[in-house]
């Protein structure tokens, strides 16, 4: 079953058409990368499904629900996180405090005044905080100020702000962007083993090596149109792929 459906999506610039008639279907459970090269309008995409941007014209649908007109925050409880290209994290406060935070933000009203003060709801999120952060192999720097980290390890407690969430829908805008070739295989390895919950995830990525260790299918865009779908294998091999974006 798809669980996000786009519907002939378009979104013009100032007279540039950043999105052309995008069409895309990600099936639930799957690994669905988003390649092609810069200025392809990838990252557009992705800001209209996290309502970041509003499509001019088509329909973007999640689990059922027309995502379209909704704030970032409606789109985010309804179950859809995602990791920025540049991450976005409270670089003042400590990692555990930062994956408190968006727990906090998709809870209701009521169970934020009360965790706020109730020492057993603090402790239950605490408790989250500190298993998807030992996930992501940062258990060490629980206590660290989260400014001082790594840029690798900056991305991973992105990962771990999202995780936290449980949401059903991940969207990656180049994970290992600026990583080392090391820290760029642990993130693979991290994604792979988040894979194994089930999350549907939808991956921006300039590395090959990453698109081909990770995806179950590729979408390959160029000036603001899907120009090929399919399994790795078959746009591996794809002439349009390789004229577009492997340079032949
Ligand atoms: P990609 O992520 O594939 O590199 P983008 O989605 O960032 O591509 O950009 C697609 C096109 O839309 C580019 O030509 C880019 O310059 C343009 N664009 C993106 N965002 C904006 C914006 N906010 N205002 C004007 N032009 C934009
Ligand atoms: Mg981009």
Same mark, same amino acid.
């Given at each position: 079953m798809a669980i996000l /459906?786009?519907?002939?999506?378009?979104? +013009?610039?100032?007279?540039? @058409? #950043?999105?052309?008639?995008?069409?895309? =279907?990600? =099936? =639930?459970?799957?690994?669905?990368? *988003?390649i092609g090269p810069n200025g392809a309008g990838k990252s557009t995409l992705l800001n209209c499904f996290v309502g970041r941007l509003t499509p001019d014209t088509g329909s973007v649908v999640f689990g059922g629900q027309s995502l379209v007109?909704? +704030?970032p925050h409606e789109i985010n409880q309804a179950g859809v996180a995602r990791v920025f290209q540049t991450p976005e994290i409270f670089g003042d406060l400590s990692l555990i405090e930062n994956v408190m935070i968006p727990t906090f933000a998709r809870r209701d009203g009521a169970f934020r005044v009360n965790a706020w003060s /109730?020492?057993?709801?603090?402790?239950?999120?605490r408790e989250k905080a500190e298993h998807v952060l030992a996930e992501m192999g940062l258990a060490d720097q629980r206590d660290a100020?989260?400014?001082?980290?790594s840029r690798g390890d900056k991305r991973r407690l992105?990962?771990?702000?999202?995780?936290?969430?449980?949401p059903r829908l991940l969207l990656l805008d180049e994970p290992? #962007?600026?990583? +080392?070739?090391?820290?760029?295989? @642990?993130? *693979?390895?991290?994604?792979q083993r988040i894979g194994e919950r089930g999350i549907t995830k939808i991956i921006i990525e300039h590395d090959?090596?990453?698109?081909?260790s990770l995806a179950d299918r590729i979408s390959v865009m160029a000036q603001g149109s899907v120009i090929a779908e399919?399994?790795?294998?078959? *746009?591996?091999?794809?002439? @349009?792929? /390789?004229?577009a974006y492997l340079g032949g």
């Open positions: /459906r786009v519907n002939t999506v378009n979104k +013009s610039f100032r007279g540039l @058409r #950043a999105l052309d008639d995008v069409n895309l =279907e990600v =099936e =639930e459970g799957t690994v669905h990368a *988003i007109g909704l +704030s /109730r020492a057993d709801a603090q402790a239950e999120v100020v989260a400014a001082t980290l992105e990962l771990a702000m999202c995780l936290v969430q449980d290992t #962007a600026g990583m +080392s070739r090391a820290d760029t295989n @642990r993130t *693979i390895e991290l994604l090959m090596h990453v698109v081909f399919g399994e790795p294998d078959a *746009i591996k091999n794809d002439p @349009r792929v /390789r004229e």
